[in-house]
């Protein structure tokens, strides 16, 4: 064969060719998106039940609470209702585990591929226990629990369609970006939030399949619950470059206490939880619903996700600042221990609700500091959701975006920017681990066993199909394919570059902003993924280049 002729494909590749074209062509794109379509309306609807469930759950608590408070020993009754709603949520997490928590976190590993939850199972027990924690008052909130729902039903749907694993954690991604939509009525946020924070690589195919599953969760829920957001800022003022610097400052008040959230929360979870693993769970949940039962009677604003608070906050001018401050660590507390305890629930509300009582503290001290005057407090409110969001989690974008969807003003997005972006660098600077990160490290520890019993559920020789994007920069750059020291059993399948597409030969040389079509095992998916994703990444300019092949 000369050196210029074609080289024929080797029957590895004319194995698997078919389904690769397959995967690859447009008609799969297409039904990809109406996949996303269908997992959207599903959820939607799912999750607008669950919201009306929650909203009569937190209604029927608070006039029980407010009838047996007039009868004085009547309140007694609660605290035993409190203790059988303790024992029916301990049941149900016994009987499915992986509903522990908001939820995000086995989000993350199922996406991962490190766990493969029961969707069948968990969606029907974290509804039922959410309902049943909103009646007891717990402070968690809906919107991680609506992520893991979501996903859960894009996963029954890839099931029903019989999608393979690949295929099938697309569509658990578009789920989770339907349930963040239509739980805080915000589709762009839910887009981002799943982008960044669950499936954590972004693609077009994988991006428009999840808008459309968010936009059609949100037109679903908001047709069934009204348009209203979960929580509306209508008061936003755009704030003048003068008052930048305190702008700033903010972003660095929200960075350290961001910080020190987080390492709270860990905290509770290690120290005052922890030693009570190794008794039942009841003991755990006793704690948080001993403290609602108090809750209830002694401070009723602290209840449930946190709605109290934020028309408290709204109405700045009637709040004095040791009030503000008095319900922000009480409500903090409230949340690490009904978090830290493995209560079915979330903290994406507490958060926003905690954001929104830093910002109008911080608001009153620049009015009263530095003359700021109050028509930009309800401002410094929206501005410290953002910090608190990007600080905390360390998604900045998906807080920005956020607040847009909450405020539904473009006036909010340079200050809101300004805010995250300095929220987000003083937290990493001092060593502020991101929230559903950690989390999902304590996961992925508990589940050892589970991850190392994975592959072998996928021992058929199961090929995945995956699309990475080569930087700028990248050591694999102006180097041909023959001279890459790739993964095991990894095959290159097309480069796609500047919408032409070239066959992957050996002495193809590869340039920056290249799209390269693989293929691997599924039995070492996470090896695999990790190494691929370290080639095509910028190099440090410190590091040698990668080892070619010998």
């Known amino acids: 064969m000369h050196a210029g002729a074609p080289r024929p494909l080797s029957r590895h590749r004319k194995r698997i060719a078919k389904p690769i074209e397959l995967r690859l062509s447009k008609t799969k794109r297409l039904a990809l998106v109406g996949e996303g379509l269908i997992v959207g309306i599903v959820v939607g609807l799912a999750i607008a039940l669950y919201r009306f469930a929650l909203s009569h759950a937190e209604e029927l608590l608070r006039f029980v609470t407010q009838l047996l408070v007039q009868w004085g020993p009547a309140v007694l009754l609660w605290f035993g209702m409190l203790a059988i709603l303790c024992l029916l949520v301990g049941r149900l997490l016994l009987l499915e585990p992986f509903t522990q928590g908001s939820g995000i976190p086995q989000l993350d590993a199922e996406v991962a591929g490190r766990i493969d939850m029961p969707w069948a199972r968990v969606v029907p027990i974290k509804m039922v226990e959410g309902v049943l924690c909103a009646f007891a008052g717990l402070s968690l909130g809906r919107e991680g629990p609506s992520v893991l729902l979501g996903g859960m039903l894009g996963k029954g749907v890839s099931r029903v369609f019989g999608e393979r694993r690949g295929h099938e954690r697309y569509l658990v991604t ?14 762009l946020t839910g887009v981002l939030f799943a982008v960044e924070e669950i499936h954590k690589e972004f693609s077009a195919p994988l991006v428009i399949s999840a808008m459309t599953s968010s936009v059609a969760a949100d037109y679903v829920s908001s047709n069934i619950l009204g348009i209203e957001p979960l929580i509306h800022f209508m008061t936003y003022s755009m704030v003048p470059h003068q008052l930048y610097p305190w702008v700033l400052l903010m972003g660095l008040v929200c960075g350290l206490l961001g910080a020190a959230h987080n390492k709270g929360m860990f905290w509770v979870q290690d120290h005052i939880f922890g030693p ?11 704690i948080p619903f001993f403290l609602a039962g108090v809750a209830a009677f002694a401070f009723p604003d602290l209840m449930c996700g946190g709605d109290a608070i934020v028309e408290r906050v709204l109405d700045v001018p009637a709040q004095t600042l040791g009030m503000l401050a008095m319900l922000l660590v009480g409500k903090y507390v409230f949340t690490a221990i009904c978090f830290g305890s493995g209560a079915p629930g979330g ?17 009153i001290c620049a009015m009263r500091i530095a003359q700021v005057p109050e028509a930009y407090v309800n401002s410094f409110i929206v501005l410290g959701i953002a910090g608190m969001f990007s600080s905390v989690i360390q998604a900045p974008v998906t807080g920005v975006v956020l607040v847009f969807e909450l405020t539904g003003s473009l006036e909010a997005l340079l200050a809101t920017s300004l805010v995250s972006i300095m ?10 681990e991101p929230f559903y990160e950690h989390l999902y490290g304590r996961l992925i520890g508990r589940q050892s066993q589970e991850s190392q019993d994975l592959p072998q559920r996928h021992a058929g020789g199961e090929k995945l199909v995956r699309t990475y994007v080569l930087s700028p920069g990248s050591c694999m750059e102006g180097r041909a394919i023959r001279d890459i ?50 080639l095509c ?8 280049e990668a080892p070619s092949a010998t």
């Open 174 to 187: 578009c789920g989770a970006a339907a349930g963040m939509s239509a739980a805080f009525h915000a589709p």
């Open 276 to 286: 009570l693993e190794r008794y039942p769970i009841y003991v755990r949940l006793a």
């Open 347 to 363: 903290t994406l509300l507490p958060l926003v609700v905690m954001g929104s009582l830093v910002g109008a503290i911080y608001g």
């Open 423 to 432: 929220a987000y660098v003083v937290s990493g600077l001092v060593d502020g």
């Open 485 to 534: 020291r790739w993964p095991q059993n990894v095959l290159v399948v097309t480069i796609r570059r500047g919408g032409t597409e070239l066959v992957a030969k050996g002495d193809c040389v590869m340039a920056a902003l290249d799209e390269l079509t693989v293929v691997f095992d599924v039995a070492r998916e996470d090896q695999t993924h990790t190494a691929l994703r370290e």
């Open 537 to 544: 990444a910028p190099a440090v300019a410190d590091e040698p």
